[in-house]
């Protein structure tokens, strides 16, 4: 049986409805393969590894308009911390179908089947240089970032980061919290950031690209804010050597202020209020959670 968790309108297009079910069936495995290979370039995640996964613990949900699958997540039962967690280790939605709120959507549903088991935290990585997942993640749902790996999964020829260390944060979601209750019923409240120190300074190049000219690794305020490009992919694809730059740039200071017993406590996505830049909060534990 298929398990329906919940249908809704998605912004941005009005006519159709998406729902987002629990993936059973080869053919729907061999659609997650084909959602991976135009995301990634290769599907990483068999339907042979998925099957396995959707019947024994784990969690395999699909993102559906009619009968055609725009996206996919897969996450394991696992351990971390001595804790029984969730770790989501693949979502990913086709390229046309994206900044609908699929992603959040099957988050959503996986945070409700998780808490139906007795899982309080959900964890995955992400690239700290994806401003579209950090929006998702932290100012959306509402996750802490507690560790930085760097060069996590080695360097992988991903259609996604050619080019660049695979550095990863490691986000967890603390799906039972009241602070995560409160950000997905009430969204994220504007931040005052004026007058919170910055790790970084920035200036645009002749290409229009952010470059850092000061870094600050010893600051001690109680908040901090690290800037970065929101525009990575294109940078990428631009600019290899200046977004290596970045990479080995924000690692120094992510890793810097992680030792120092900061974590990433929100994400400040681009707007006109912000001139267009983007930042992570980092709050030292203890500073107001
Ligand atoms: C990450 C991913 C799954 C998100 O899916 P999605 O359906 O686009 O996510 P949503 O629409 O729910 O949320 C995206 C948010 O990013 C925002 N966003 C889009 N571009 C952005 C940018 N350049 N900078 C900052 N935020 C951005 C959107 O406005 C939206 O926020 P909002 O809902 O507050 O408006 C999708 O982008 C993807 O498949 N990426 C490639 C694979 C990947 O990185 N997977 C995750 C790690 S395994």
């Not at 996590?152 to 360097?155: E, P």
């Given at each position: 049986m298929v398990g329906l968790l919940s249908h809704h309108s998605i912004r941005g297009d009005g006519v159709r409805e998406y729902e987002i079910r629990s993936l059973r069936t080869l053919a729907e495995f061999r659609e997650c393969e084909r959602i991976q290979a135009g995301v990634?370039?290769?599907?990483?995640?068999?339907r042979e590894l998925l099957s396995v996964i959707a019947k024994y613990g784990g969690v395999v949900l699909g993102a559906f308009g009619g009968r055609n699958m725009a996206g996919f997540l897969y996450a394991i039962l696992a351990r971390r911390r001595g804790r029984l967690i969730h770790w989501s280790h693949m979502m990913a939605v086709r390229t046309g179908f994206r900044d609908r709120g699929l992603g959040f959507k099957m988050k959503l549903a996986h945070r409700k089947l998780a808490l139906a088991q007795g899982i309080k935290s959900i964890c995955w990585t992400f690239d700290p240089l994806q401003t579209r997942n950090a929006a998702l993640n932290v100012?959306?749902?509402?996750a802490t970032i507690e560790e930085y790996l760097p060069d996590?999964?080695?360097?992988f020829p991903s259609a996604i980061e050619r080019g660049l260390a695979s550095d990863r944060f490691v986000v967890n979601w603390k799906i039972a919290a009241q602070s995560v209750e409160r950000r997905l019923s009430e969204g994220a409240r504007p931040l005052d950031i004026s007058g919170v120190p910055r790790a970084n300074e920035t200036t645009v190049n002749s290409d229009d690209f952010l470059v850092n000219w000061r870094i600050q690794l010893h600051l001690s305020a109680g908040r901090l804010l690290v800037e970065i490009p929101s525009n990575t992919d294109s940078m990428r694809a631009r600019d290899i050597e200046l977004a290596a730059r970045w990479r080995n740039e924000t690692r120094r200071i992510f890793q810097n202020y992680f030792k120092s017993?900061?974590?990433?406590?929100d994400f400040i996505p681009p707007s006109e209020a912000t001139n267009g830049k983007c930042y992570y909060l980092l709050r030292r534990a203890g500073k107001g959670g």
């Open positions: 990634w370039g290769s599907p990483a995640a068999t100012a959306r749902l509402g996590c999964y080695g360097r017993g900061y974590l990433v406590r």
